[in-house]
């Protein structure tokens, strides 16, 4: 059974950090892109991050361009997101998911999905 579990979520003031995880199980994820997206209360899911498996260099959204790095550990099957300089807009559920047959800063294009982490920034 696939499964894919976020963790390291939690309530943070603005201009903190977070980092969060993604464990993966069930399949081999290594040779496929791995993304992160995020939903805000009453908004629509965005892309926030992604990292293909070829080891080149992960793309971000603008809003979290600077701010927020993507980065996996094959031998560990797990994928990070390390956040700083968080800010309230960033408050959403956080959701990690695995093997787009497509654009991999595309949701509807991801196979597999966690069940999402909340992060709330404070101001």
């Known amino acids: 059974q696939v499964q894919l579990v976020e963790s390291g979520g939690g309530l943070v003031q603005a201009g903190g950090s977070l980092r969060l995880s993604c464990a993966t199980s069930?399949?081999?994820?290594?040779?496929?892109?791995m993304g992160w997206f995020r939903q805000a209360p009453d908004k629509e899911r965005e892309f926030v991050g992604a990292?293909?498996?070829?080891?080149?260099?992960?793309w971000y959204a603008d809003s979290v361009k600077g701010r927020f790095t993507v980065s996996r550990d094959n031998a560990k099957n797990t994928m990070y997101l390390q956040m700083n300089s968080l800010k309230p807009e960033d408050t959403a559920v956080y959701y990690c998911?695995?093997?787009?047959?497509?654009?991999?800063?595309?949701?509807?294009?991801?196979?597999?999905w966690g069940q999402g982490t909340q992060v709330t920034v404070s101001s």
């Open positions: 069930g399949h081999t994820f290594a040779n496929v892109a």
């Open positions: 998911a695995a093997d787009p047959i497509g654009d991999p800063s595309k949701g509807d294009d991801y196979r597999y």
């Open positions: 990292h293909s498996w070829s080891g080149g260099n992960p």
